[in-house]
Structures are given as structure tokens and as C-alpha cells.
């Protein structure tokens, strides 16, 4: 079983007695009812609904981590503090490493909320590695789930474009979050015409941003990737037919996971 640590990721813990509410109000996810030793995903929008930080949140006891990526947990401090006003908490960065285990979770590992294939997430676990941070991706993407770091530009793409809702991501019964109205009337009135699903080709993976075409038809555009296969941001009403990419041939990988939110021919 493949242990990696995440360098990628950091942590940020809230503590104080209304930790959970204020986070709650906040995150796409319902933190009222974490219990101690429970993971689960989400993010953090802003006010018109756009991906701002993705996070893993994790009860402990007498606090909430914020599992984030690390070159964004300054800005996610930041962002809490402003939020913060009169709430009792307490906001710090925590220097536990992150580590990902698969394709199991072992003991004292927390099933990856988002799919039980990704493995496990461990926090401050003593445990030795003999895998590397690009084993993990490369096995992430095998199974068709996007890094929304990588694969995101700030504060441009729609969490359900980046499959939150897929990836129980979001808590659309919990109630008002930040960029509820927008993120919850897209759901509503299906009103999702981007979803992010892998594309297979031969070498290389085309450049970030690459135009995929069907045709002579706009399909989407390349995200990240690594030889054979690569994340796309794709218009899901152009997916019948060939597509292309810088005039080679691309074809579209949907994982079981991701039902009929894309449509295939």
C-alpha cells in the first residue's frame, strides 16, 4: 500500500467555541455535525459562487482542521479572519504534515470523503513513505477526479464544473453558505453546460488551456495532465464526435463515478 506525503497541502486550525457554526456559515459543507475523527469535502466560494479554495475539513476534538493547498493557506487565513467579526474562534496554521495512502485507508488514515478509490488521508501519522506526491496524481487522475488547484484558475470556475456536487462536495440541504444562490440554482435548473472529465490521448499532454474541438466547434479546454491523460473543462453538449486538440485525436474517459453528468455517444 503506497504511502505519499502531501507537500501540496497545509493545515489551518479553527478552534473556539463557535468553530463549527462560523465555518459552517462559511463552507459549502455542513460542519455543525462533524464528529471527531470525521472527514469531509468542500470549499470555500465567493460571494458569485466561484471556487475559491477547495479544503478537506476534519473534526478533532475542541477544534476543525482545514486541509488546504499550501500555497493558498496564507489567503485562506486571511479570508477567515475577515470573515471572523465577533464570531469566539481561533485561527493558526498547523505544521502536521498530510499524507495520502491507497488504494486503502489504513489505520489511523480517514477515507477520502470525495471516493473510497482515492485511499485514505492521514494527519501528524507516524508512518513511513515509499511513494511520492506525483504516485498520488498520477493514481487521482487514473480515477478521473480533478485537483481543483491544478486544475482551476481563481475565482473563475463553478464548483459544480469541477464536480463538487459529484464528489460530495456539497451539502445542498444545509443551508446558506457562501455563493449558496448561484451554486444551488445551478443544481436546481440544470442549468451545468462545463463539467470536468479526463481526456486520453497518445504522448505528451497538450498545453494548459489548449482548445479541444469537435469539429470545428469549441468543445472545451485542456487543464492538467501528464502523458496519456489529462484533465478538460468541456462543454457537455459537444461531446458526441471527434474531438481534437491542436489537431490530435483526444477521446473522453468517463469514470463510473461520474453517472451520466457527461454525456458520451
Not at 1 to 28: C, E, Q, Y
Not at 63 to 76: C, G, H, S
Not at 91 to 104: E, F, K, T
Request: with cysteine.
Amino acid at each position: 500500500m503506497p504511502v505519499a506525503p502531501l507537500r501540496s497541502r497545509a493545515l489551518i486550525a479553527v478552534s473556539g467555541p463557535d468553530a463549527r457554526s462560523f465555518l459552517h456559515n462559511l463552507l459549502t459543507q455542513d460542519v455543525e455535525t462533524l464528529r471527531d475523527g470525521e472527514i469531509r469535502f468542500g470549499a470555500l466560494l465567493s460571494p458569485p459562487g466561484r471556487l475559491l479554495f477547495d479544503l478537506f475539513v476534519v473534526g478533532e476534538a475542541g477544534a476543525v482542521l482545514l486541509d488546504v493547498a499550501a500555497r493558498r493557506r496564507e489567503a485562506l487565513l486571511q479570508r477567515l479572519a475577515m470573515y471572523r467579526l465577533r464570531a469566539k474562534v481561533e485561527v493558526a496554521a498547523d505544521d502536521r504534515p498530510v499524507l495520502a495512502a491507497w488504494p486503502d485507508a489504513p489505520a489511523d488514515f480517514l477515507t477520502d470523503p470525495r471516493l473510497p478509490a482515492l485511499g485514505g488521508r492521514g494527519y501528524g501519522v507516524q508512518v513511513e513513505t515509499d511513494a511520492t506526491e506525483a504516485d498520488y496524481d498520477a493514481h487521482r487522475l487514473a480515477l478521473g477526479v480533478p485537483d481543483p488547484l491544478a486544475d482551476t484558475r481563481e475565482d473563475r470556475t463553478y464548483p459544480i464544473e469541477a464536480n463538487f456536487d459529484l464528489l460530495n462536495g456539497i451539502d445542498f440541504q444545509k443551508g446558506c453558505f457562501v455563493g449558496q444562490e448561484t451554486t444551488s440554482r445551478m443544481k436546481r435548473r440544470g442549468a451545468i453546460r462545463n463539467r470536468m472529465a479526463p481526456l486520453a490521448f497518445d504522448g505528451p499532454p497538450p498545453p494548459f488551456g489548449a482548445e479541444v474541438l469537435n469539429g470545428d466547434l469549441r468543445a472545451g479546454e485542456m487543464l492538467s495532465g501528464r502523458d496519456g491523460l489529462a484533465m478538460a473543462l468541456l462543454r457537455i453538449d459537444r461531446l458526441d464526435g471527434d474531438l481534437t486538440v491542436d489537431g490530435r485525436p483526444v477521446r473522453l474517459r468517463r469514470p463510473d463515478w461520474l453517472g451520466e453528468a457527461v454525456a458520451m455517444d
